[in-house]
Nanobody, 118 residues
Framework: QVQLVESGGGLVQAGGSLRLSCAAS????????MGWYRQAPGKQRELVAA???????NYADSVKGRFTISRDNAKNTLYLQMNSLKPEDTAIYYC????????????WGQGTQVTVSS
């Protein structure tokens, strides 16, 4: 059974930092592509950052230079370091995994709330 457990969300003032974690189990973590998405109230879910199995990354323009995605294959954990947070970063953040192989699958975490106060 695949499980993605996110943690690290919370309430922070503008300019502050948070680090999100996503602990995965039930998948071959090292070969999976992973990402963080977010959904603000009344808006569509959007990609924040992604990282391939080889470590290549890409970011939404709105977070470039402020957020860093990383992965620790030994710990089966995905991270999102968020610095210089802005009120517009307020959203539920979701971990996403896409497995590789002949039958690729996609999985989502339950989400963690990030609230940035002005």
């Amino acid at each position: 059974q695949v499980q993605l457990v996110e943690s690290g969300g919370g309430l922070v003032q503008a300019g502050g930092s948070l680090r999100l974690s996503c602990a995965a189990s039930g998948i071959i973590f090292s070969t999976a592509s992973m990402g963080w998405y977010r959904q603000a109230p009344g808006k569509q879910r959007e990609l924040v950052a992604a990282i391939t199995s080889g470590g290549s990354t890409n970011y939404a323009d709105s977070v470039k230079g402020r957020f860093t995605i990383s992965r620790d294959n030994a710990k089966n954990t995905l991270y999102l370091q968020m610095n210089s947070l802005k009120p517009e970063d307020t959203a539920i953040y979701y971990c996403n995994v896409r497995t590789s192989g002949p039958s690729p699958r996609e999985y989502w975490g339950q989400g963690t709330q990030v609230t940035v106060s002005s």
